[in-house]
Nanobody
Framework: QVQLVESGGGLVQPGGSLRLSCAASGSFFSINTMGWYRQAPGKQRDLVAIITSGGITVYADSVKGRFTISRVNAKNTVYLQMNSLKPEDTAVYYC?????????WGQGTQVTVSS
């Protein structure tokens, strides 16, 4: 079984920064994709950014230039550095690992951007 544990959410003022972390444990292939999604109240869960084990990244247009996704394969950990945060970034952020066409999700971490 695969477990994902997220950390790093919280309350931040507009223009501020946060760094999310997600550590994966369990049994999965070393070749996989990890990423971050977010869900605001009353809205669907949307892609924020993903990164393959080879380092290929994809970002949502709304976060390009402000967020950076990275990973340390040896630690099975993915990070999301979020800069220039806006109130519309407020959401629960979920980590996902795709392994052999199966998706595993973390429990989510709340990010609130407010003055």
């Amino acid at each position: 079984q695969v477990q994902l544990v997220e950390s790093g959410g919280g309350l931040v003022q507009p223009g501020g920064s946060l760094r999310l972390s997600c550590a994966a444990s369990g049994s999965f292939f070393s070749i996989n994709t990890m990423g971050w999604y977010r869900q605001a109240p009353g809205k669907q869960r949307d892609l924020v950014a993903i990164i393959t084990s080879g380092g290929i990244t994809v970002y949502a247009d709304s976060v390009k230039g402000r967020f950076t996704i990275s990973r340390v394969n040896a630690k099975n950990t993915v990070y999301l550095q979020m800069n220039s945060l806006k109130p519309e970034d407020t959401a629960v952020y979920y980590c996902k690992l795709r392994n052999n066409w199966t998706d595993y999700w973390g429990q989510g971490t709340q990010v609130t951007v407010s003055s």
